[in-house]
């Protein structure tokens, strides 16, 4: 038993009526709580599980959030790389197109030069 413990039940025992005892509690427990004010801060275990557990349950919902948003930006990447395989494709097009009618002229030109010399 601590020093304070038994200075309480020393003045409980010689405390001659219940009126005298319930204050020598009241005065123990105001000590008590000077002592350690921060006590009714303090959580508990019961306190922390709960804490943990909703934690738990929002770290749940921002994955499916961010899990949505990824395969939001996915689908927008394949669109964005369909678009840019077509745009590609039709470029090379035109470019294979251009440099044909240029070799073409070329060749129109030259015949068109040696015909009339």
Do not use: C, N
Request: net charge negative; glycine share 2%; hydrophobic share 40%.
């Amino acid at each position: 038993m601590s020093s304070a413990a038994l200075h309480l039940y020393e003045q409980l025992s010689e405390a001659t009526d219940d009126k005298t005892r319930a204050k020598i509690i009241a005065e123990a427990f105001s000590q008590h709580e000077d002592r350690y004010p921060h006590l009714k801060e303090i959580a508990t275990e019961s306190h922390v599980r709960e804490s943990e557990l909703r934690l738990q349950k929002e770290i749940e919902v921002k994955i499916k959030e961010v899990e949505v948003k990824i395969k939001e930006v996915e689908g927008k990447i394949k669109d964005s790389e369909s678009r840019l395989t077509r745009a590609i494709y039709r470029q090379t097009l035109w470019i294979i197109g251009s440099v044909g009618t240029v070799i073409a002229a070329i060749h129109l030109l030259e015949w068109l030069l040696t015909q009339l010399s």
